[in-house]
């Protein structure tokens, strides 16, 4: 098997929290891990928020495998995690297992522009409390019988689609950086790669960016990326590995 060596406790223990809490959204989640050079990306798909979640972590060093000098397979993120030694920051590729089909279609690699209008991250937290509320308070308001997977899903289709701020970005994909831990404080964190410019704020708040390329939109953050295709992952403009 192949082992994975992290630069060092702190960037097991983030790359084990996300895989965590992907896991607690869908108990079989696969992820897609791509390796080059010192850095592994780790790719994944929580379920109903119809997004991409990309975690990166450094590696202590570049990574190697006999002739292979990269990475690119998709495993379960379960044993994944069951691999992980974070006092060792070491972990142990597991076989690989069959993708699911998002696992064929990742955002590009290059070409990313900044996009204007989005808030600060306490605006796009409250943003994302607010919404949370609202479609708590319009399930309530329906009668048992009318709480439908149908009704459900026609609440959640207007309440998620709505736009942070004055960007295309779909607040859905705030709420998933939220929940995956991605919009926390970024004191003492490591940037997302490998885009570095501008980590952090001087008071540890996290500067968030909106990036597009293509058909892609990615929210970008200190601790990881949430990427969301404007048109749905179905839509042309792909990009597959």
């Known amino acids: ?63 190697e495998d006999g002739l292979d000098l990269g990475l690119d397979v998709t495993v379960s993120a379960g044993e994944f995690l069951e691999s992980l030694d974070e006092a060792a920051a070491t972990a142990t590729v597991p076989a690989p297992v069959t993708g699911p089909p998002w696992a064929g279609v990742l955002p590009p690699r290059g070409g990313w522009r900044s996009e204007p209008g989005l808030p600060a991250p306490d605006a796009v937290r409250t943003a994302v409390a607010v919404v949370v509320a609202e479609f708590r308070a319009r399930m309530d308001e329906l009668a048992p019988e009318e709480r439908t997977r149908a009704a459900l899903d026609r609440i959640g289709r207007e309440i998620w689609s709505r736009p942070v701020g004055d960007t295309p970005l779909p607040v859905r994909a705030a709420h998933a950086a939220q929940s995956l831990g991605f919009l926390r404080s970024a004191r003492g964190a490591a940037p997302d790669v490998p885009d570095t410019s501008g980590a952090s704020g001087a008071s540890g708040a996290p500067v968030l960016r909106l990036l597009s390329s293509g058909a892609w939109l990615r929210l970008r953050t200190p601790y990881g990326s949430v990427a969301v295709r404007r048109a749905g992952l179905g839509a042309l403009d792909v990009s597959v590995r």
């Open 1 to 63: 098997m192949t082992a994975l060596h992290l630069a060092d406790e702190g960037e097991a223990a983030d790359l084990a929290a996300f895989l965590a809490r992907l896991i607690h959204y869908d108990r079989a989640a696969a992820v897609r891990l791509q390796a080059t050079g010192t850095t592994l990306a780790v790719f994944g798909r929580p379920p109903s928020f119809e997004v991409l979640a990309i975690r990166t972590a450094r590696l202590a060093k570049p990574y």
